[in-house]
């Protein structure tokens, strides 16, 4: 199993990027896994939940997959199959969503990690949220259950041609989901300043580093199932052909 470093050197030589003396930043991460933001972090957020996309965002559809090509007295068993996958050590590094990234991508991104924040992003000295030890929950092609849901997708596929086309083809379902063990929080602010941290305690454990007025560096460390903060997507289309 490759090293943090070995992931980040490997990174940065094909990215054409030099991480010296710095973490590779979010966006960076991003590009190089083919990964996505979730619009939302819920426990319950399975594999091959359903999205659409609108050309800027993702939207949740709040429907699965197993739920439209499975008969509903099989659903809560595949469903609860895909909950209980083991979580394997993703090939990321460990990476940081910078301040310029927090707003960029929208102030969400705290909420992703349970994290909640008053005050605006803008006004800090400085704020980042470092993601460590990334995992993932993800099938193969080997995997018993993957191949029972591919078989059961082309029956629907060809029986209900309508169904599929409206709520699956055209759609994007979720191949891969990514958990962060723990991430770290800094944030620096002017005395006065508004801006203060807060977050879900419940299955984290709670690491203070630094609580001043002006300087705040937190640690969190999932100790639950823990939500997912992001994920990878294929149209719908193309799902059958990843077997």
Do not use: C
């Amino acid at each position: 199993m490759a090293t943090n470093q070995e992931l980040t050197d490997l990174m940065g030589l094909e990215l054409g990027t030099s991480f010296h003396n710095r973490l590779p930043h979010a966006k960076e991460v991003f590009k190089w896994q083919d990964i996505d933001l979730l619009p939302r972090s819920l426990e319950t957020t399975i594999l091959y939940e359903i999205y659409d996309w609108n050309g800027r965002n993702w939207r949740a559809t709040d429907n699965n997959l197993v739920g439209y090509i499975f008969k509903p007295e099989e659903t809560q068993q595949i469903s609860n199959e895909l909950a209980s996958l083991p979580k394997h050590k993703a090939l990321i590094p460990n990476f940081e969503f910078t301040k310029e990234e927090i707003i960029e991508f929208g102030f969400s991104i705290p909420a992703l990690f349970n994290i909640s924040f008053s005050g605006k992003v803008e006004n800090t000295k400085a704020f980042s949220i470092k993601v460590n030890n990334v995992t993932e929950s993800r099938q193969t092609n080997m995997d018993p259950l993957k191949t029972n849901i591919l078989r059961a997708l082309s029956v629907f596929a060809e029986t209900e041609t309508k169904r599929y086309r409206n709520n699956i083809k055209l759609n994007y379902l979720v191949r891969a989901l990514f958990y962060a063990e723990s991430v770290e929080i800094h944030l620096e602010k002017e005395a006065g300043v508004g801006g203060e941290l807060s977050f879900d305690v419940e299955g984290v454990e709670v690491e203070i580093k630094v609580n001043t007025e002006t300087k705040k560096e937190v640690k969190l460390t999932y100790t639950g199932n823990g939500a997912p903060f992001a994920a990878s997507f294929i149209k719908g289309k193309d799902f059958a052909l990843t077997a």
